[in-house]
Structures are given as structure tokens and as C-alpha cells.
């Protein structure tokens, strides 16, 4: 069993920056892929960053390339997302994630993952 929570949301005005962390309770995660997705008011759940464990391969949402990135510190297992330049469409609930496979076919469908976290809410004020 896998456990993910995540922390490091809170309000931050628009053209800010925050960093997101998700802590996941097992030992190692060779073979795994972790992912961040959001889901917005109203919205569906959308993919919006993931990384494999081991080799690093990262992958990212064309809407959020270049303000956000994606990064996992095997020592504390933790899996960070930096937000850059914060707008107002990025609020949402932002989620945690892991599935057991590393096929990058699989990073940005939500039913490719297996475990999820509680979710951090990121609310952008203009």
C-alpha cells in the first residue's frame, strides 16, 4: 500500500510562485511513475506533470510547460512541483500520484495511476 499526502498549497496572487510536495510512505519507488494532476471547480481531473522514479524522465502538460517543474528527492521520497508565474486559471485542487509503470504512454491519463493523495488546494487571486 501506498500513502501520498500532499502539502504547500495555500492563496498566492497571480505572477507568484509555489512549491508543492507530495511525501509518499514507501521505502522506494523503482518502477514507478509519479504524477501531479489538478482539478479545477466544475473541471475534470487533468493530467499536469510526472516523473519516473528511477531515470527521471519527466513529462509535462503543453498548458503548464515552462512555469512548472517537476522533481523527486529520493533521500526525504518526496515528489516536488515548483509553480512559476502563477494565473488565475491554475486554481484548482492539485493532486498526488503513483502508478506502477513507466510507459510514457501512460503519464497523463488519470486511470494509468493507482494511488492518490488527498489533494493541496492552490487558489491564484488576479
Known amino acids: 500500500q501506498v500513502q501520498l499526502v500532499e502539502s504547500g498549497g495555500g492563496l498566492v496572487q497571480a505572477g507568484g510562485s509555489l512549491r508543492l510536495s507530495c511525501a509518499a510512505s514507501r521505502s522506494t519507488f523503482i518502477g514507478y511513475t509519479l504524477g501531479w494532476f489538478r482539478q479545477a471547480p466544475g473541471k475534470e481531473r487533468e493530467f499536469v506533470a510526472a516523473i519516473t522514479w528511477s531515470g527521471g524522465r519527466t513529462s509535462y502538460a503543453d498548458s503548464v510547460k515552462g512555469r512548472l517543474t517537476i522533481s523527486r528527492d529520493k533521500a526525504k521520497n518526496t515528489i516536488d512541483l515548483q509553480v512559476d508565474s502563477l494565473k488565475p486559471e491554475d486554481t484548482a485542487v492539485y493532486y498526488c500520484?503513483?502508478?506502477?509503470?513507466?510507459?510514457?504512454?501512460?503519464?497523463?491519463?488519470?486511470?494509468?495511476?493507482?494511488?492518490w493523495g488527498q489533494g493541496t488546494q492552490v487558489t491564484v487571486s488576479s
Open positions: 500520484a503513483a502508478q506502477t509503470g513507466t510507459l510514457p504512454s501512460t503519464f497523463s491519463r488519470a486511470r494509468s495511476y493507482d494511488y
